[in-house]
Every structure is written in structure tokens, then in C-alpha cells.
């Protein structure tokens, strides 16, 4: 049964809407960058590496995340970071991506905002090009760092066009608020972009209200604690608010206790349109298959209920509707030809 479940979902037609490219570093690419870049590494060995991926909460990780950042300096590191990755998604059949990057964690040391996205640009024009996968480029804005911080960087972006399609949110939750960004993603509505942000992960239910409401944010990344909320759950559902749920991080971050206590189950009851997502696979065991290999034996989901997430996937992207169509439609075929419906 595990076999078959596994083969199924690699199988399946997916969209990833929630993932940190610098969270897809591995640790064997980081030591070749280190000494690439002649960059010092604060651990011996890859396997020394991976066994100081234990974390107790959002702080423990990002420590740690934006440490391993320091061996990306070229252009040529941010390629070969972008096209570690879709490589991965093209063995897992994801079809379409929507990825995150941090652009202050690598300004903020000298690197040009230029290098970073030309390098993340050309990977993903070669993956459309290698593997027919879609993508859609996201800048996160640091919550942790000022406001003007993130108004400088979205000048920066201004500079690339319609390379960057939307700008998100991300970084330490609790104690950043989105209204603290209100100014910069009003600018940023206005100039055209896409608006999504990280609530509701560390931080309460009304980060999710202030996300949709202050920042106009289109799309909810993690958002699980919308559930303490009744109100708040019922509206993103009306709505369909798209929610990107990401398992494997929730359970290593202590976001929820254990998988077979992560609310994906429930949101699907209460009619949320939540998507499957891996965050930051090098450093929460497992890409996008395993996420929802994990979230399906812990919580019980059948193959349908998979196909309706993976179909979610697509739905919830800034696809064309055309394309989401089509996507779906080649979900709903897949799910058929296995005898699921
Ligand atoms: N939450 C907030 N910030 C992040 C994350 C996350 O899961 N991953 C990378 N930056
Ligand atoms: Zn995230």
C-alpha cells in the first residue's frame, strides 16, 4: 500500500506554491559552494550538517537557514542552487512552480540584487525549456528587517519587470505583524505584483486578517492557525482563499506536535482550498512527494483526496486560466487512469 501510495503521488501532476529556494540547499551543494567562495562553514561535514537540523521553533530554523546563505555569492551559485531544485521537481513530476527568494538575506551582505535573480531567472527559463516546468518568481520581504528595508529592495525589483511576478512575506513571525508592511505592499499592488504572505504559522489568526485585509495579500502561506478562528476559517473558505500548507515543516518547527495531529485533514472539512507544500526541503527531510506521502499516512487520505490537492495546486496558482485548466483537467485524467474519482 505505501508503494503504491508513493507511486501515485510521484506520478500525480503537481504545482509547488510554497518553497524557499534558499531552503533547498543541501548540505552536500553547500560545502561545494564553501569552498567554491572560500566561505567558512560552521559544521565539519554534511553529515554533521544534516544531524544540526533539530529545531524547537520558526527562530532555531531561520538561524540556521540564512547561516548556510553565506556560500551563495555568484550569479552561477544561485543557478546551480534554482536548478539543484528543478531538477528534484522534474523527477517528481511538479509541474509548475511559484518559488520564494529572500532578497535581503543576500543584499544585506554585498551580493547585487542583479546577481541573484538573473542567476534564479536563467535556471528557471532553462528548467521551462529542459523540463516544460512553468514558473512564476516570488520576492519575500523579511519581516524581521524594517519596512524601508523592504521598500529599498522592492525599487530593486522594479528594475527586472514582470521577471518578479509577486512579493510575500516571510522570516520571524511573532512580533512582525503585516501591517508593519503596509506602506510597501501597497506600492507593490499598485506597480502590478501578486500579493501573498506567511501568517498564521507561529503567529495568531488575526496575522491572517491583517495579511488579507491591511496587505491585500491573494494567497495565505501556512495559515493552519486560521482554525482557532471560526470566522475567519468560514471567510477564507467563501472566498477561497488559497492556503499553502506546508506538513513535513509544521511538524519540525513544532508548529503542531506530531503529523497525525496536523490540521490539513480538518481544513479540507471545513471547505478551505489548501495546497500541499514542502518550504524548505534540505532542511525538513523530504521535497514535495514525501510531504504528501507523510501528510496521507498520518492523517488517513485516500487517492482522492490527493488528486483534489494536487488539482488544488494548480487552482490556487497564478497560472493563466487557460493553463490552470488544462492542469487540472490532466490531474482529473491521471486520477481516472488509476481508477480514483
Ligand atoms: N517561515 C517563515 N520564514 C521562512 C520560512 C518559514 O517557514 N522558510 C524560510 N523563511
Ligand atoms: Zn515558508
Known amino acids: 500500500m505505501t508503494t503504491d501510495l508513493r507511486s501515485f503521488v510521484l506520478g500525480l501532476p503537481k504545482a509547488e506554491l510554497h518553497l524557499h529556494l534558499e531552503g533547498t540547499l543541501e548540505p552536500e551543494l553547500m ?7 572560500h566561505v567558512a562553514l560552521p559544521y565539519e561535514s554534511v553529515e554533521k550538517a ?5 529545531f524547537s521553533d520558526l527562530q532555531s530554523f531561520l538561524d540556521l537557514y540564512y547561516a548556510g546563505c553565506s556560500v551563495l555569492v555568484s550569479e552561477q551559485d544561485f543557478y546551480d542552487l534554482t536548478w539543484a531544485y528543478l531538477v528534484r521537481a522534474a523527477e517528481e513530476n511538479i509541474r509548475h512552480v511559484e518559488p520564494f527568494f529572500d532578497p535581503q538575506t543576500h543584499t544585506e551582505r554585498g551580493v547585487h540584487f542583479g ?7 536563467r535556471a528557471l527559463e532553462d528548467g521551462t525549456e529542459r523540463f516544460g516546468i512553468t514558473s512564476r518568481l516570488i520576492m519575500s520581504f523579511l519581516r524581521d528587517l524594517s519596512p524601508a528595508s523592504a521598500a529599498q529592495t522592492l525599487e530593486h525589483a522594479r528594475r527586472y519587470g514582470r521577471r518578479i511576478v509577486g512579493v510575500g512575506l516571510d522570516s520571524a513571525e511573532l512580533g512582525h505583524p503585516p501591517e508593519d508592511f503596509e506602506e510597501v505592499f501597497h506600492a507593490a499592488r499598485d506597480a502590478g505584483y501578486r500579493v501573498v504572505a506567511h501568517a498564521g504559522e507561529e503567529g495568531p489568526p488575526e496575522y491572517i486578517l491583517g495579511a488579507l485585509d491591511v496587505l491585500g495579500a491573494e494567497r495565505i502561506d501556512h495559515g493552519v492557525r486560521c482554525l482557532e478562528d471560526q470566522m475567519l476559517t468560514a471567510r477564507l473558505a467563501m472566498d477561497r482563499v488559497p492556503l499553502t500548507v506546508c506538513p513535513l515543516s509544521n511538524v519540525r518547527l513544532k508548529v503542531v506536535p506530531a503529523m497525525a495531529e496536523h490540521p490539513l485533514r480538518r481544513m479540507m472539512d471545513a471547505g478551505l482550498l489548501v ?6 526541503p534540505a ?3 523530504g521535497y514535495l512527494v514525501e510531504n504528501y506521502v507523510a501528510a ?3 492523517l488517513g487520505l485516500s487517492l482522492k483526496d490527493l488528486a483534489d490537492l494536487a488539482e488544488a ?12 485548466l488544462a492542469r487540472s483537467r490532466e490531474v482529473r485524467e491521471y486520477a481516472d487512469a488509476h481508477g480514483v474519482r
Open 115 to 121: 546577481t541573484v535573480v538573473t542567476g534564479i531567472m
Open 50 to 54: 544534516r544531524l544540526a537540523y533539530e
Open 31 to 37: 560545502f561545494d559552494l564553501a569552498e567554491r567562495n
Open 296 to 298: 496521507a499516512e498520518a
Open 313 to 324: 495546486s494548480f487552482r490556487a496558482s497564478f497560472l493563466d486560466e487557460p493553463t490552470r
Open 283 to 285: 532542511y525538513f527531510g
Open 275 to 280: 495546497t500541499v507544500n514542502s518550504d524548505d
